[in-house]
Nanobody, 117 residues
């Protein structure tokens, strides 16, 4: 049905940058909120950033000023530009796309971001 495919993860040095992308394919639906979550080993999955249909963004305090979320509605794609990366940013990053119905809620399989020298 609906598939979310993340890309852009990898190994980066502290202070470096990565850009994650997540594209939804399959059944077409109107997208409300797009977001990125992350989960480190032994930690809970937390919201990193989100952007709603009106363009309003929300960021975790830990990434505010360093990360930027954006979306391309025509492509059903959400991006996460990550700058000034820190070792604490190391995690599996998951994208989430929701429609205007609570039944439209989809997750990607995750992409690993490792920040290390």
């Amino acid at each position: 049905q609906v598939q979310l495919v993340e890309s852009g993860g990898g190994l980066v040095q502290p202070g470096g940058s990565l850009r994650l992308s997540c594209a939804a394919s399959g059944s077409i639906f109107r997208v409300n909120t797009m977001g990125w979550y992350r989960q480190a080993p032994g930690k809970q999955r937390d919201l990193v950033a989100s952007i709603n249909s009106g363009g309003t963004t929300n960021y975790a305090d830990s990434v505010k000023g360093r990360f930027t979320i954006s979306r391309d509605n025509a492509k059903n794609t959400v991006y996460l530009q990550m700058n000034s990366l820190k070792p604490d940013d190391t995690a599996v990053y998951y994208c989430n796309i929701r429609g205007f119905s609570v039944r439209r809620d989809y997750w990607g399989k995750g992409t690993l971001v490792t920040v290390s020298s």
